[in-house]
């Protein structure tokens, strides 16, 4: 009878309109997405970068919304900020660099990227030669003449050695006559590495001298590239100021083998190179100086440098007395350790390069340490207007970590010229630093205990009391349903008049630290949010604005609805108040605003329809891109929003089922997906590609099957039960809503804790006739004792506090471990299960994918484990994702579809019948 269903389903399919064609496993490579987009800054020109998941993609670039060019396997670009031109890379052919490695050509044998010069007024492309990396100069600041000029910088492939890589610095014109002109160029061989200064003003580069191995460093001058200060065995940070008249750099030599105290340097326009800070200088704790690569970075008003300092790692050597094999190698653990050893190994980098940070004084030459041994950690708002930096630490809490990542904070701000200290509180349980206005007049916080926002004014010498912030809505998580502290909403930060930006539900609210009690609300959006359903959020599209970017009075906004799962682009002016400028049933995404122009693009999608690029100016929006015109002529999904009650609320689910299926009752086989809330991605399209870790819904709904996805909530300590409440209800919902949903075929399928939910499932309910589980926890109490070996944390913290949501220990409620723990009901199951758990899971330990494979060989059900090798929580080489979607789709065709069961499934594989490398 299946086989009969199998095969009246699939004629039915194929006899539809326009002979629709299926979704395969060989179609993902050509799907095409948008990789990155770059305007202009006036507005008017766009280049779009198009990528297929494998092979050659291309750039196309658009004038004032109309496609003007297109650039094959172009991948990157820049515009000129001072003239009418735009370089781009350009790969070599896929085919050709395939065939030249599967004759064994070495990587430095393989074809170079080659750059191309576009002018954009007369339409000619020069090309520039081969090319490792590229950019413009900011500004055109050595043309001295009429014409606009710019400076590009090109680094060229190296040819030999490591460091043999030429820079070349060519000057580029476009007079209004003549074509975009590369007029002359300048080269300095031997670059270890360089950069534009963070405005793009300035040009630094490090050079190696072969025979010594020491460096040099260079700056770009109108003359040509000429030297900085003296050669040094390292050049560590280098920046330069904002003005372009100062430059500072570390360096360190060594005397023998021996590295030396580093030091740091500045010079100043025409000035000799000067020592600012070393070991032992004046203002720093004894027995410290400045570290070779900590932070270095300016002020805005280029008059304060803020550098790192301490003392460097030094690594503890072996005693050259005894042999290698005379040395045990071994890890101590410590019941005192501050931090668990696994943590400790995988953040040695952290360590090596820990430091604090100090202030240099321009004009007075003086030495501020801001940071210290207690509170190492330092936010210095390099664009506000005062001298106050905050300092913070959780080190006295750190032990805690592995039960409790919510640690408290204890907070100072020093003033980096007296060095004078206030602090802001001690054990504060907030869920980052507060953050300080622009004009340093008060700072913010999140209070996570009382769920409530906390200003504080700054005045000269103390703090101003406490200050709640009376929003007259929650302004925490209202849907938080795990046993941590619920976060807040969220904020957009300081506006430039020094009111503070947060979020309710619904809308933004803005409040004064420095109006008169009564007076500090504003609800910005005036309940616009709230009165329609939709989240309302402050969209900041600035380049070089740190806060809530209200420079022309006004605020870019996006809003969705809770409900509809409409999107919308407003915009915020204080006369005015929410101005709606687009709205869809669609998702937006990859927002980006020109610099100098009222001109955006941003990419919108559908179930239906491809993440497309759009641009919206003055004439409204217009599409620019139709990708993936192939899928037109396929077997694609619709998708249908349910609602359903479920544990005391209501909640939502998306149905996706073929498009144009037939009415026919129980047609179609079902697979039910899930995480936790997923219904906000009712717009989200579903591109075909191999799986990383879950199913596919444009391959499995092409192949015939309907997909469902629940929203799902859980009770504290009742994850497992609240899990199996929520499909359930949701699938009820689902039988009802569509008539051609069959509950005798419907299987189950999620990763990670949506694997933990399939393999708990399975064992209270045979209502699912097979099951797919990756990486799941099978043992709740082994699971509990486990590492997260990506990060190397304890697990502790995902049980009593966050995802697992038991909320005690084990010794507190082992009930509650065993409740939800699939492996102690391993016994009740008789779903059919195919499982991947991968040798390198830095997640969830791969023993626990082994722990129920076991459990249920040994009961004698059927169990398939696919354990990818060397690959961690989801898959990352695209050769092991599509064996997956193919190992996936058989085992759900077998048990749904009535397929023959595939060889793997019926015999395995041995050992021997693996290829070997």
Known sequence: MRCLITCWLLISLSMQSHAQQLVEHNDYDRWESIKSSHLSDDGHWLLAVVNPQVGDGHALLFHDGEEVLRLERAYDGQFAPGMHGLIVKVKPSHQRVRSLKLKGSKSEDLPHDQLLLVDLRLGLIDSLGPVTSASFQGKHLFSNCECPMDLLAVERPAKTKKHEPPLRIMQITASCKDSVQVLDSLQLLKVDRWDWQADGDQLWAVTIDSASKRQQLHRLSPTGFIPVGQSATSIGQIAISKDGHQMAWTSQNQQGDLPMPAQLWLQSMGQMPQLIAGKDFLGLPRG???????????????????????????????????????????????????????????????????????????????????????????????????????????????????????????????????????????????????????????????????????????????????????????????????????????????????????????????????????????????????????????????????????????????????????????????????????????????????????????????????????????????????????????????????????????????????????????????????????????????????????????????????????????????????????????????????????????????????????????????????????APVSNMFSAYGGIRYASGMSRQFQYEQTQSRLGVTPWEKPNRYTLNSPLFKADKVRTPLLMMHNDNDGAVPYTQGIEYFMALRRLDQPVWLLVYNGESHNLRRRANRMDLSERMGEFFNHYLMDAVMPNWMADGRPITQKPIK
């Open 288 to 774: 410290t100086g400045p570290l070779l690569k900590a932070n270095l970075s300016w002020h805005k008003d280029s008059d304060r440098l803020i550098f790192g300092y301490g003392k460097p790692y030094l690594p503890v050597r072996h005693d050259s007395s005894s042999t290698a094999d005379e040395r045990a190698a071994v890890d101590v653990w410590a019941w005192t350790d501050v931090v668990i050893q696994p943590q400790q190994a995988k953040q040695l980098w952290r360590e090596k390069s820990r430091h604090m940070d100090a202030v240099y004084h321009v004009k007075s030459g003086a030495i501020q340490a801001l940071g210290n041994k207690a509170m190492p950690s330092v936010v210095f708002n390099a664009r506000g207007n005062h001298h106050w930096a905050m300092r913070y630490s959780q080190e006295v809490y750190r032990q805690q970590y592995s039960w409790d990542i919510q640690l408290p904070y204890d907070v100072e701000l020093v003033h980096d010229v007296t060095g004078e200290v206030m602090v802001v509180g001690r054990g504060l349980r907030i869920p980052r630093p507060p953050s300080i206005a622009p004009d340093g007049h008060a700072l913010a916080y999140y209070d996570q205990v009382n769920r409530q926002w906390i200003l504080r004014a700054i005045h000269a010498h103390d703090l101003g009391p406490i200050m709640v912030m009376p929003v007259k809505h929650a302004v925490h998580d209202e849907r938080h349903d795990s046993p941590s502290l619920p976060s807040a909403y969220g904020s957009a930060g300081w506006m430039q008049d020094g009111r503070f930006l947060v979020y309710d539900a619904f809308d933004v609210i803005a409040c004064d630290p420095m109006a008169k009690a009564g007076k500090q609300l504003t609800n910005l959006t005036k309940g616009f949010g709230r009165q329609k359903g939709q989240r309302t959020r402050v969209k900041n599209l600035a380049f070089d604005w740190p806060f809530a970017d209200n420079r022309d009075s006004s605020l870019s906004l996006h809003a969705f609805h809770h409900l509809t799962k409409k999107e919308a682009l407003c915009t915020w002016r204080a006369a005015d108040g929410v101005v709606v400028a687009s709205m869809d049933d669609a998702m937006h995404g990859k927002w980006s605003k020109a610099r100098q122009a009222p001109v955006m693009t941003f990419t919108k999608e559908d179930v239906s329809h491809s993440p497309d690029l759009w641009l919206l100016d003055a004439n409204g929006e217009s599409q620019l891109t139709h990708l993936n015109p192939q899928q037109d002529s396929m077997q694609w999904p619709e998708v249908k929003l349910l609602s359903y009650r479920a544990l005391g609320k209501q909640l939502q689910g998306l149905l996706y089922t073929p498009k144009g299926a037939s009415d026919e009752a129980a047609s179609l086989p079902v697979v039910v997906y899930f995480y936790e809330r997923y219904s906000d991605q009712l717009h989200a399209y579903k591109r075909p590609a191999p799986s990383a870790s879950t199913i596919n819904i444009s391959w499995f709904v092409s192949q015939g099957y309907a997909v469902f996805i629940p929203d799902i909530v859980y009770q504290v300590g009742r994850p497992g039960p609240s899990a199996l409440t929520c499909i359930n209800k949701g699938v009820d919902a689902a039988l009802r809503a569509d008539q051609r949903l069959d509950p005798l075929r419907m299987g189950l399928q999620g990763q990670s804790w949506g694997g933990y939910q399939v393999a708990w499932v399975i064992t209270r309910s045979d209502r699912f006739v097979c099951a797919m589980a990756g």
